[in-house]
């Protein structure tokens, strides 16, 4: 009955929105207005823009000018199309503007209404490229670099994209023959499903290829259950290449980074679109790591507590229990940043007291802390984080391995070489578990690979956070190369 009656009140309360009447903007005594400012309105449209696929591959440009109402509180409302500039991004713009959803309405007669807007959504050129009956196609010369003149190429790369850009079938290489292009080479779309822990268990799908050593290149898409994309990441032998992007379930971008001035800035924004925060970092004098710098930051009201570095802060966050692992919960952190760091005095607590701390900064320095978790004694500590690191440091364990490592005489015979990728944990006591071989060469050489690993166990010091030893998984590629 309780769950029927806030329905109820719920439904009435659309109502309550819809039968207001929708005023234009020389009608209100003060108009909506994006919170943030203008800026940050084209900013979020910009970097949430995906041009699709076949627009991209003609580099069209152009502007789409859109309508909605701004609803008393602040939701963007009865979006439509006011000017088109071809189906495809008519369609783009639309879906954009739809997920900015932190307006300031407009107020008449010192009450929220609600108002009808206009803005247009900008698509920026770009360098055409061939795209032929759902494969995206790339040329290389006899040197395998890049070109775009198809009459001198050596290789043809084609790749089969949905409308989005996103791969949905195996890339295939082609080699110029004196007549036609013959295969020569085939990758698997590989598609990989990754559960995410929390209260509510979900899972993503990776997208993506692998190279003949198991590691990911090029772009790896992360798509949600519902088919909404959540992540997009450039690789480089396994590796992230750039600053992988990352998009709330609802699509909306969550960080993305720019650079003006010289300098790169990185900007955040919260799930209803508001901007979030403005920050860069910058490198320590000593190399070692960098210090990050705030810019501005708002409140999830839209109110901005830090103003060109300067103001307090309450952060919050969702993070692991330190009860229960299982279970998500919130936790808060505030603290003042002067200058656009870190200063004095920070606490962060979580909603379950499974776990305090308290650190003093000086310029963005952490001098001290103090952490304490459920109901434990306190630790204390001079860095946030310490990574897991060999006796010896990256010297000693390639002198560890060049002593240890042996070759197994089967594969020497069978010219089996290449590099074995070994995952293993580092425990808290130094000790190795967990191991893992993520990619192989041959029974016998990933045998010896596992084997030198487990004779590291001990051999290690663990990963620090906050003071405390913690578990941190490692991955550790083993070459074994014939002379």
Same mark, same amino acid.
């Given at each position: 009955m309780k769950s029927v009656f806030l329905l109820s009140l719920l439904l009435l309360s659309i109502a309550g929105f819809s039968q207001q009447p929708v005023y234009k903007e020389f009608e209100v005594d003060s108009a909506a207005i994006p919170r943030g400012g203008v800026d940050y309105i084209t900013r979020f449209l910009a970097a949430n823009l995906r041009k699709p696929i076949k627009a991209a591959s003609e580099g069209v440009g152009g502007r789409v000018l859109v309508q909605g109402v701004v609803e008393p509180d602040g939701r963007i409302t009865d979006v439509t199309l006011l000017r088109s500039l071809r189906p495809d991004l008519d369609q783009e713009a639309l879906r954009v503007f739809r997920l900015f959803n932190a307006w300031k309405p407009a107020k008449k007669d010192g009450i929220a209404v609600r108002q009808q807007v206009m803005?247009?959504?900008?698509?920026?050129?770009?360098?055409?490229?061939?795209?032929?009956?759902?494969?995206?196609?790339?040329?290389?010369?006899?040197?395998?670099?890049?070109?775009?003149?198809s009459t001198v190429a050596k290789y043809r790369q084609l790749m089969p994209v949905d409308s989005?850009?996103?791969?949905?079938?195996?890339?295939?290489?082609?080699?110029?023959?004196?007549?036609?292009?013959?295969?020569?080479?085939?990758i698997p779309l590989v598609q990989?499903?990754?559960?995410?822990?929390?209260?509510?268990?979900?899972?993503?799908?990776? =997208?993506?290829?692998?190279?003949?050593?198991?590691l990911w290149f090029d772009?790896?898409?992360?798509?949600?259950?519902?088919?909404?994309?959540?992540?997009? =990441?450039?690789y480089l032998d396994g590796r992230p290449a750039s600053t992988p992007l990352h998009y709330y379930d609802n699509g909306v971008l969550i960080e993305t980074d720019y650079v003006a001035d010289g300098r790169t800035f990185l900007s955040s924004w919260y799930p209803n679109g508001q901007i979030r925060q403005v920050r860069f970092q910058e490198e320590n004098p000593s190399g070692k790591g960098h210090t990050e710098q705030l810019i501005n930051y708002w409140e999830p009201n839209g109110k901005q507590s830090v103003i060109d570095g300067n103001g307090k802060v309450i952060l919050t966050e969702i993070d692991r229990s330190r009860i229960d692992s299982t279970k998500q919960v919130r936790y808060i952190e505030q603290g003042e940043y002067v200058q656009g760091k870190r200063q004095g005095l920070w606490t962060g607590q979580y909603d379950d007291n499974s776990y305090t701390y308290e650190e003093i900064y000086d310029k963005g320095v952490l001098q001290s802390g103090k952490s304490q978790r459920d109901g434990k004694a306190p630790v204390t500590y001079t860095e946030r984080e310490q990574q897991p690191e060999f006796q010896g440091g990256m010297q000693g364990l390639g002198q560890f391995l060049a002593n240890n490592l042996r070759y197994p005489s089967d594969a020497q015979k069978k010219g089996q070489q290449g590099r074995v990728f070994v995952s293993f944990v580092v425990?808290?006591?130094?000790?190795?578990?967990?191991?893992?071989?993520?990619?192989?060469?041959?029974?016998?050489?990933d045998r010896e690979a596992l084997r030198v690993v487990k004779a590291m166990s001990g051999k290690w010091k663990p990963g620090v956070q906050r003071g405390e030893r913690v578990r941190v998984k490692y991955n550790l590629p083993i070459n074994f190369t014939l002379e």
């Amino acid at each position: 009955m309780k769950s029927v009656f806030l329905l109820s009140l719920l439904l009435l309360s659309i109502a309550g929105f819809s039968q207001q009447p929708v005023y234009k903007e020389f009608e209100v005594d003060s108009a909506a207005i994006p919170r943030g400012g203008v800026d940050y309105i084209t900013r979020f449209l910009a970097a949430n823009l995906r041009k699709p696929i076949k627009a991209a591959s003609e580099g069209v440009g152009g502007r789409v000018l859109v309508q909605g109402v701004v609803e008393p509180d602040g939701r963007i409302t009865d979006v439509t199309l006011l000017r088109s500039l071809r189906p495809d991004l008519d369609q783009e713009a639309l879906r954009v503007f739809r997920l900015f959803n932190a307006w300031k309405p407009a107020k008449k007669d010192g009450i929220a209404v609600r108002q009808q807007v206009m803005y247009p959504v900008v698509f920026t050129r770009n360098e055409p490229f061939p795209y032929v009956a759902g494969n995206r196609i790339t040329y290389y010369a006899a040197d395998q670099k890049l070109t775009t003149n198809s009459t001198v190429a050596k290789y043809r790369q084609l790749m089969p994209v949905d409308s989005t850009g996103i791969p949905n079938g195996d890339l295939v290489i082609y080699e110029r023959g004196r007549k036609n292009w013959q295969e020569m080479t085939r990758i698997p779309l590989v598609q990989r499903k990754i559960s995410q822990a929390g209260p509510d268990t979900q899972s993503v799908t990776w =997208t993506g290829y692998k190279n003949a050593d198991g590691l990911w290149f090029d772009y790896v898409y992360s798509v949600n259950n519902n088919g909404i994309l959540v992540g997009k =990441t450039a690789y480089l032998d396994g590796r992230p290449a750039s600053t992988p992007l990352h998009y709330y379930d609802n699509g909306v971008l969550i960080e993305t980074d720019y650079v003006a001035d010289g300098r790169t800035f990185l900007s955040s924004w919260y799930p209803n679109g508001q901007i979030r925060q403005v920050r860069f970092q910058e490198e320590n004098p000593s190399g070692k790591g960098h210090t990050e710098q705030l810019i501005n930051y708002w409140e999830p009201n839209g109110k901005q507590s830090v103003i060109d570095g300067n103001g307090k802060v309450i952060l919050t966050e969702i993070d692991r229990s330190r009860i229960d692992s299982t279970k998500q919960v919130r936790y808060i952190e505030q603290g003042e940043y002067v200058q656009g760091k870190r200063q004095g005095l920070w606490t962060g607590q979580y909603d379950d007291n499974s776990y305090t701390y308290e650190e003093i900064y000086d310029k963005g320095v952490l001098q001290s802390g103090k952490s304490q978790r459920d109901g434990k004694a306190p630790v204390t500590y001079t860095e946030r984080e310490q990574q897991p690191e060999f006796q010896g440091g990256m010297q000693g364990l390639g002198q560890f391995l060049a002593n240890n490592l042996r070759y197994p005489s089967d594969a020497q015979k069978k010219g089996q070489q290449g590099r074995v990728f070994v995952s293993f944990v580092v425990c808290t006591d130094g000790t190795l578990c967990d191991y893992e071989v993520t990619k192989g060469v041959s029974p016998s050489v990933d045998r010896e690979a596992l084997r030198v690993v487990k004779a590291m166990s001990g051999k290690w010091k663990p990963g620090v956070q906050r003071g405390e030893r913690v578990r941190v998984k490692y991955n550790l590629p083993i070459n074994f190369t014939l002379e």
